[in-house]
């Protein structure tokens, strides 16, 4: 068995949510989009979990400066 691990950072998210979502959501999705293709390249993918994990979680309603608060 093998483990593949990334972190990224950004998203403690006090204000304008929306502007640091728009930053990470491409970054996050082209690292695990070009994961997925060597894996299917190597047609391994159908022996792949993905675990997702955070230290902390964000409230979905955003506040009054358009962040997010810890829940």
Known sequence: MS???????GYDTHA?????FD??????DGG???FVDEMK???RWEDVTVVMVSEFARTLTEHTI???DHA
């Open 23 to 28: 930053r990470l959501m491409p970054e996050l």
């Open 32 to 34: 695990f989009g070009g």
């Open 3 to 9: 483990v593949f691990f990334v972190q990224h950072g």
């Open 66 to 68: 358009f962040g997010t």
């Open 41 to 43: 390249s190597q047609c």
């Open 16 to 20: 304008n949510f929306q502007t640091a």
